[in-house]
C-alpha cells in the first residue's frame, strides 16, 4: 500500500463466502451446466484484490507494516502462513495474520480457488500439477497469485 491509498483506520471486509459462492456456482439448477471458468477467474480475481486491501490496512494500522518492500505468503504444512524470503517485517507479517482467523481462513480460501484455478488450466495442458505451490504478493501496486514449482 502507497501514501495514496493508506488508511488511517484498517479496511474490515466482510468476507467469508468464498468457498460458498463457488459451490453455489457449482450447484446451480439453472439451465446451464457447470461453472464458466472466466466465472471462476473473476471471482478468484475480485477475492485476491479485497483481501489485500484489507490485509495491508490492518498490518499498517495494527503491526506498523507498510509497504514497499513487497513480501511473499505460503501456507505451511501446519496450516498457518508464512513469508517467504527475507523481509524486515517478517515476523510482525506472520505473527499478524497467524493471530487474526479471518484472515487465516480468507486466505486459505483464496488458495483453494487458485489451486482449481490452476489444476484445470495444467489440466487442459496435460502438464501435471504435482509440486505446484500458491504464493500470494502483496506489492505497492495490489495482491498477486502465482505458483512455483518445489521440486
Known amino acids: 500500500m502507497n501514501s495514496s491509498t493508506e488508511h488511517l483506520e484498517p479496511v474490515v471486509d466482510q468476507q467469508g ?19 464458466a ?10 477475492e485476491l484484490r479485497r483481501f ?3 490485509l ?4 499498517a494500522a495494527h503491526a506498523q507494516v507498510h509497504v514497499p518492500p513487497a513480501y ?3 501456507s505451511t504444512a501446519a496450516g498457518q502462513v508464512e513469508v517467504i524470503g527475507d ?3 517478517k515476523a510482525a507479517i ?7 482467523t479471518r484472515l487465516l481462513k480468507w486466505f486459505k480460501e483464496i488458495e483453494v480457488l487458485y489451486e482449481i484455478q490452476r489444476r ?12 505446484q505451490v500458491f504464493n500470494l504478493g502483496i506489492t505497492s501496486l495490489g495482491s498477486i497469485a502465482f505458483f512455483t514449482s518445489e521440486k
Do not use: W
Open 17 to 35: 463466502s468464498t468457498l460458498l459462492d463457488l459451490a453455489k456456482m457449482l450447484s446451480d439448477s439453472g439451465d446451464n451446466t457447470g461453472i
Open 37 to 46: 471458468f472466466a466465472d471462476l477467474k473473476a471471482k478468484a480475481a475480485n
Open 52 to 54: 489485500g486491501e484489507d
Open 56 to 59: 495491508g490496512s490492518h498490518l
Open 72 to 74: 511473499q505468503l505460503r
Open 87 to 89: 523481509h524486515p517485517d
Open 94 to 100: 506472520e505473527n499478524y495474520l497467524n493471530q487474526d
Open 120 to 131: 484445470f488450466e495444467l489440466n487442459q495442458s496435460d502438464t501435471p500439477a504435482e509440486d
